[in-house]
Structure formats: C-alpha cells, structure tokens
C-alpha cells in the first residue's frame, strides 16, 4: 500500500517544505489550499495521514478534522495539526474534532518525519 499524505496548508511555502520534507522520506503527497478544497482532492484517494494547518480561509483544519472523521474511512486516520497556534484551549478543540497530534511551525524535519514514520509504519 502505498503511503500517501494528504497535506494542507494556505501558505505555499509551508506547503512546498512539508511536501518535500515527506518526498525525501519516500511519501506520496496530495497538496489542499484550504480544507474544502483538500476534501475536494481526495475523492479517488486513498491516504494513510493527514497533516493540516489550524488557520485558514474557506474552511479551517478543525472543521477539515470534524468533516473528515465523520467518514468511515477517516474514522481512524491520523491527523496531526501543523500550525504556530501554541495555546491549550486551540488544542483541546483539534482534539475535540480529532486531531491525533498537534506539531508547532517551524517544524523540525527530522523530527515531523519520526513522528510521520510512528503514525504510518
């Protein structure tokens, strides 16, 4: 099976790092501006993660997180939330739609691939 990540960001040069971090390490990945229009990209795909920003326009990742666990299909994907929002009650409503984990910007490579690797052997 493939390892793909669905990766979602309005910033295009989070977007570009992130991919790149995760092609080195022999990911496939699937880039959303936002999160209506990720949902928009995964019809015929099938991802094993979803790595998306808290913050951003049209839909944000808490409302991607909700929309894409109340799908059988994402019901046990992981999600982590990779974003400069650092306060508890911003995280406790990422868990509360879903979120697996939460990383901070700017991420470390190395580091957002070993926690990559744990969620997708």
């Not at 995280?91 to 879903?98: L, M, T, V």
């Amino acid at each position: 099976m493939s390892k793909t990540v669905l990766v979602v960001d309005d910033s295009p040069t989070m977007r570009q790092m992130v991919s790149d971090t995760l092609r080195r390490a022999g990911f496939d990945v699937v880039l959303g501006v936002n999160g209506e229009d990720a949902l928009r990209r995964l019809a015929g795909q099938t991802v094993r993660l979803v790595i998306t920003d808290f913050n951003m326009p049209v839909m944000g990742g808490v409302a991607l997180i909700a929309r894409l666990r109340a799908r059988p299909e994402f019901r046990f994907t992981p999600i982590l939330v990779l974003t400069t929002e650092v306060e508890d009650k911003r995280k406790q409503e990422g868990r509360a739609a879903g979120a697996t984990g939460w990383v901070t910007k700017p991420f470390d490579p190395a580091r957002l691939i070993q926690l990559v690797n744990r969620l997708v052997p």
